[in-house]
Structure formats: C-alpha cells, structure tokens
C-alpha cells in the first residue's frame, strides 16, 4: 500500500526545478500513505512527473523502489496496491525469460506490460490497485483502477494539463488551479453520506470508476474503457446460475474463500486480521490459521460505553481458532477524540459515523502488524444486510395496497401530531414501550408510496431530502441507478445487491477503510473481493444467499466449518456509534460551532432548515442523527479544505 501522485504539463518544459518541487510537494502530502521511502520520476523535456510515497510489504529492498523503469526503458510505473498472483504471472511462458532485479510485484506488473502488452496484464492482475503507467515511447499517461474500487484515484483535467493523486490533498499541494465546491456533489453527499463516483466534491475532479482505464495522450486527449463490471459480470452471473447441490457450493466458496486468503497473506512484514466475531471477519480469521503460516494476529475493539459491545464474541472466536488476540477498551472520550481528525483523514466530504471505529482498530493494529486483512464485501455479495429483507418486506406487503388507498393512508399518519403518538407509546408496558414511536411512524408514512427502488434508495439515503437542505442545487444524475443491467436483474435482491455492489462498496465501505487504515500508514486487505469470489457470488441463486429469513445462508455454512455455530448464531450489530445521544450530549458543543448560523454551508446548505433539524434532534421530537452528521462533516470539511 502506498500513495501515487503525478501530472503531465507542457507549461513545465524544461523546469526541472519547478518539476521537482511540485512533483515532491504532491508525494509529502500523502506521506502517511507511504512513511517508508519517497521517490520522484521527471521527463523535463515534455513535463511529465511521478511521485511516490512506499509502505514497503513486500520486497523491503531498493529493487522494489517507485516509480519504476522496465528493463526496457519505455515504460515507468507508480503504484499503490497489492498483487497476490505476481509469483504466478512470473512463471508464465511470456516472462519466463526476464532478468528479475527482485521479487517486487511492481516489477511484476511493469515487466508483463514490457512483455505482453498492458491489456493482457490488467486480464491476468489479481489484487487491488491503483495504477499510473507513462508509455515514453508513444507519449501516454494509462491511469487504472482496480475491478471492485478499493483502491482510489482522483483525476484533475485542465485542457491539455492532467494530474492525479490518490487523495485530494496532493491536487491541493500541486497549487495549481483553483478548487471550486459543486453544488450538486454536495446534494449527492447530503443524500448518501459521500460524493458519488465518478464525482468529486471539486467540479472539474473525478474520480477513476471501479475497473477503469483511462488513456490520456499529449494534448489531453482522453479514452476510457472498462476492462471489468460488476454489471457485466452480474448479467453473466444471473445468466448462468449454478445448480448445483448445497454441499457442492459450500465446496466451491471454501476453496476460492482459502485461496483468496491464502494469496493474500503474502508479505514480508508482520500480518493480522480485524476480527469483529461476525461471519465475515470469522471466516478471514479462521482461513488464515488453516493456511499454516505460522501464529495469526487479530484485532478488535470493544464499546461498553455504547450499549453494544462485540469484543467478547471477537475473543470467543480467536479462543477458538487460536489466534493471539489483542482487544483495545474503547471509551466515548477515545472515540469522540477522533472526530476534530476527520476532515484532515476524509479530505473530501465523508459522513458514514463508522469511520470513527474503524480509524481506532486500524490505530490499534498498526501497533502490531503492517498489513491487516478485514471481511468487506460480505454483505453485498451474499445477501447481508438487514435492509434487504426489510426492502423486500416492505415493498411486498405495501403492493398489496393500491396506491390511492397508500396515498391517503400516509396523509392521514403525516396528519397525527407527533406529541399524540408519543403520549400514546407512553401508555405502554415499559417492556414494549418504542422509543420515539412518533419519529418512526413518520418515517413509515414517508416509504408507504415509494416503488421498490424507491424503498431502498430511501434506506441507504442518509437524508430523505436533500433538496431542502440544499434547494439551489440538483443532486447528480445516478448513472448506476439507471443502467440497463439493474432493470435486466430478475429479482429486487439482485437489484440491490448490485446497486450497493456498484455504488455504496466502492464509495463508502472501501474509502472508509482505504482513508482510515492508511492514515496509520495500515495496509488493509479484503479478501472477499477477489474478483474470483465476487464473480462466482453472482451465479448463486437466492436460496444460496437468503433462506428461511436466515441471511448469508452460503457464507454461514462455509464459517460453520471454522466455528462453531452457536458462536456465529447472534444479532447483526454492525460498527456505529450512538450518534443521536453523543449529538445531545457530549458532541454538542461541538456541533453547535459548526451550525453556527453565521458561519454554516458557505451558501451550499440552507442554514434554516439545517437549524430546524437541530432543534427538533435536541429536543428529542425526532432522530435527525444522520442527516445532521452529513451536515456536521461538510461543514467541517469545508472549513478545513474550502480555502486551501
């Protein structure tokens, strides 16, 4: 893991010394992606610079130094990522024959290009990464994202000008151009809790889509292609589903979960696993003590303090596997620490509130080991999470009604004083007493309406309208949303599986985790995502996901060979934060700074409705935890960025 920046500009012809300058500035802004070493690459005679910051994982020495020159000398590679097949590219017939100036998978890659054309490389790549390429012979920049989008990149264009960086921060090192905010990513943002891609919150700024290569060539002419998606590999799976019997598909996805684990363990620096108990994290752990590397390290963090608490499930099941297990006792005062660190981690627009754990286990396991591997992707890809049952719930019994009577119904409930609901739940046994029943039955009035697509973008929404908190703006179109390869999946499971697949894994989970573990310079791995295993998750059927109301029914069987089941058999919990009462108690000095009236949204957020939300969250009439941590992290963001 590491942090790559770089530009191609005329104007810089022959200025070695303003080349050097920028070049290094861009590296030293993302440092604590690559502590290690630092490196630069300039062809002063067309204005071409790399830069590099090296987490050293594999290969420790000089011979896996970026960037990067093969043998050859046409081309000059930087990159941040992992290979995990690079010992197998080697070994094919095409570069049998190469002089290896070390075991670097740098070299690996840039070699199989020299050798074997670049498409054919990305064909073979197995890993994550994020990749920039200069072909000196025919003067071109390749840019490349890895299949499923764990690894970012941003990319400025300015005319014939082109820059790019890992993180947003490098663009503002270059000191180049000026940002300007788009009205419409912050929309999109206020909506979903992050910027969509291939939007940043800078107009003029995007970012490289998951399996993208882009070409840009002197003059700044741009060509893009997809050499991998997830749409077409869900068309493909759906078209040809297995059929097999259950004991032949728990089979498969234990041979693919062992050898994705297996491959991904390769470093020469220490290694562990996040380990939360859950399925995912259990099934990571569990595989990586049965590939017989030697003693496995893993890492959880407990919440006393918070009502929920998973740490004793992670320790039963490291008991169990036999992992050196290392805990780290949480406190609000720990994770509310965090929070001033925000902005500068998420140097865009970021307001999913598991950021805050998920920066305190990286911090924790980064004092142990450099590369950690983690469950993601699970949920998406074997039907995990709790929404898609409640979508489906509730868009099969809401069709029964016709619309008008769903119309009129949810009139009449919007129509209730909230004080009314309320005082009625209070009437009820303690026992079976809901809390803020008032807020919730205004929340059900809200979907009664909505198609199935409507059901669920309003769950993974985490305001439910954006419009009023920023009515000078649209929120950008959802391309994703509105590709054939949704409407062609047969069920709303596999609609939604693929929009999160596409859109809340890449934009949310994976830039959680990619900002949070290498803002300790943490190399975290997901092995759930080898394209092998995602590409056989979408030929299973829906009995292999969600069966009898039990969820992940396939990934379950596959974890029960590691871990006892009634290890596995609890709640899912997730990795918040009780937002709604630290907003109330603990953070609200803090938050009422940042909703200063005379100070807030910099004109892109509507200061009274923002303010409406505030009062109606404190005195307890509704939850607006969500919506006021999107609006909390952008204007903590904007202060700290807006004028850099």
């Known amino acids: 893991m590491?942090?790559?920046?770089?530009?191609?500009?005329?104007?810089?012809?022959?200025?070695?010394?303003?080349?050097?300058?920028?070049?290094?500035?861009?590296?030293?802004?993302?440092?604590?992606?690559?502590?290690?070493?630092?490196?630069?690459?300039?062809?002063?005679?067309?204005?071409?610079?790399?830069?590099?910051?090296?987490?050293?994982?594999?290969?420790?020495?000089?011979?896996?130094a970026q960037p990067m020159v093969s043998a050859d000398g046409r081309w000059v590679i930087c990159y941040n990522g992992e290979i995990y097949n690079s010992d197998d590219m080697r070994e094919s017939e095409a570069l049998r024959s190469v002089a290896w100036r070390g075991h670097s998978d740098t070299e690996t890659i840039v070699e199989s290009?020299?050798?074997?054309?670049?498409?054919?490389?990305?064909?073979?790549?197995?890993?994550?990464?994020?990749?920039?390429?200069?072909?000196?012979?025919?003067?071109?920049?390749?840019?490349?994202?890895d299949r499923l989008g764990i690894k970012p990149i941003f990319v400025a264009r300015r005319g014939d000008r082109v820059f790019f960086a890992s993180e947003l921060k490098s663009l503002h090192a270059a000191q180049t151009f000026a940002f300007e905010i788009d009205p419409s990513s912050v929309a999109s943002f206020l909506r979903f809790g992050y910027v969509p891609a291939p939007h940043s919150i800078y107009r003029g700024v995007e970012k490289l889509m998951p399996g993208e290569h882009l070409t840009i060539s002197m003059g700044g002419r741009h060509a893009s292609r997809r050499y991998w998606s997830a749409a077409d590999v869900a068309q493909r799976g759906v078209a040809s589903p297995f059929d097999g019997p259950d004991e032949e598909a728990i089979a498969q996805l234990s041979a693919l979960l062992a050898d994705a684990v297996s491959r991904q363990m390769l470093a020469d620096v220490p290694l562990g696993a996040f380990l939360s108990g859950g399925i995912d994290s259990s099934v990571v752990a569990g595989l990586m003590v049965a590939a017989e590397r030697g003693p496995v390290r893993t890492f959880s963090i407990g919440f006393p303090e918070f009502g929920f608490d998973e740490s004793k499930d992670a320790a039963a099941v490291a008991r169990h596997l036999?992992?050196?297990?290392?805990?780290?006792?949480?406190?609000?005062s720990d994770a509310l620490g965090v929070v001033p660190q925000l902005a500068q981690m998420y140097d865009e627009p970021f307001a999913d509130s598991s950021q805050i754990p998920t920066h305190l286990v990286s911090k924790l396991t980064r004092q142990?080991?450099?590369?950690?591997?983690?469950?993601?992707?699970?949920?998406?890809?074997?039907?995990?999470?709790?929404?898609?049952?409640?979508?489906?719930?509730?868009?099969?019994?809401?069709?029964?009604?016709?619309?008008?009577?769903?119309?009129?119904?949810?009139?009449?409930?919007?129509?209730?004083?909230?004080?009314?609901?309320?005082?009625?739940?209070?009437?009820?046994?303690?026992?079976?007493?809901?809390s803020q029943a008032a807020d919730k039955l205004r929340k059900f009035a809200g979907v009664m309406t909505l198609d199935p697509e409507g059901i669920y973008r309003r769950l993974v929404s985490q305001c439910e309208d954006p419009a009023a908190l920023?009515?000078?703006?649209?929120?950008?179109?959802?391309?994703?949303?509105?590709?054939?390869?949704?409407?062609?999946?047969p069920t709303f499971l596999d609609r939604m599986q693929l929009l999160d697949t596409?859109?809340?894994?890449?934009?949310?989970?994976?830039?959680k985790v990619?900002?949070?573990?290498?803002?300790?310079?943490?190399?975290?791995?997901?092995?759930?995502?080898?394209?092998?295993?995602?590409?056989?998750?979408?030929?299973?059927?829906?009995?292999?996901?969600?069966?009898?109301?039990?969820?992940?029914?396939?990934?379950?069987?596959?974890?029960?060979?590691?871990?006892?089941?009634?290890?596995?058999?609890?709640?899912?919990?997730?990795?918040?934060?009780?937002?709604?009462?630290?907003?109330?108690?603990?953070?609200?000095?803090?938050?009422?700074?940042?909703?200063?009236?005379?100070r807030l949204g910099?004109?892109?957020?509507d200061v009274t409705a923002a303010r409406r939300l505030w009062a109606d969250h404190l005195t307890g009439r509704r939850n607006w935890a969500y919506a006021l941590w999107t609006i909390l992290m952008f204007e903590a963001w904007r202060r700290r960025w807006a004028s850099a």
């Not at 064909?123 to 390429?133: E, K, Q, V």
């Not at 050196?324 to 949480?330: A, F, G, K, M, Y």
């Not at 871990?563 to 058999?569: A, E, G, R, Y």
Request: hydrophobic share 45%.
């Open 113 to 145: 290009v020299a050798h074997r054309g670049l498409n054919p490389t990305l064909d073979d790549l197995n890993g994550m990464f994020a990749i920039a390429l200069w072909d000196r012979k025919e003067r071109v920049l390749h840019l490349i994202r």
């Open 2 to 64: 590491c942090g790559i920046a770089g530009f191609v500009d005329g104007r810089l012809v022959g200025d070695v010394v303003g080349l050097t300058h920028r070049t290094q500035a861009m590296g030293d802004a993302i440092a604590n992606r690559g502590p290690d070493a630092s490196g630069i690459w300039i062809d002063g005679a067309i204005g071409v610079a790399l830069s590099h910051r090296r987490l050293a994982i594999v290969d420790l020495s000089e011979a896996g």
């Open 602 to 605: 910099g004109g892109f957020i």
């Open 368 to 434: 142990h080991v450099t590369v950690a591997l983690s469950g993601d992707g699970g949920d998406e890809l074997f039907g995990g999470y709790n929404r898609y049952r409640l979508a489906e719930g509730m868009s099969q019994n809401l069709s029964r009604l016709p619309l008008e009577l769903r119309r009129g119904a949810a009139n009449v409930l919007q129509a209730i004083p909230m004080a009314w609901v309320d005082g009625l739940a209070s009437l009820a046994p303690r026992g079976l007493r809901p």
């Open 502 to 511: 596409m859109t809340y894994l890449p934009d949310d989970i994976l830039q």
């Open 470 to 489: 920023a009515p000078s703006a649209n929120e950008h179109p959802l391309t994703s949303w509105s590709t054939g390869a949704i409407a062609a999946m």
């Open 322 to 332: 036999g992992t050196s297990h290392t805990e780290l006792v949480v406190t609000a």
């Open 514 to 598: 990619d900002r949070a573990s290498m803002a300790v310079a943490l190399e975290a791995r997901p092995p759930l995502l080898d394209h092998r295993v995602v590409e056989f998750a979408w030929r299973l059927p829906r009995r292999f996901k969600i069966r009898d109301g039990e969820t992940k029914w396939l990934l379950r069987r596959v974890a029960e060979r590691i871990v006892p089941k009634q290890l596995l058999d609890r709640p899912k919990m997730g990795f918040g934060v009780p937002l709604a009462d630290w907003l109330r108690g603990p953070l609200r000095d803090w938050a009422e700074d940042m909703l200063d009236p005379q």
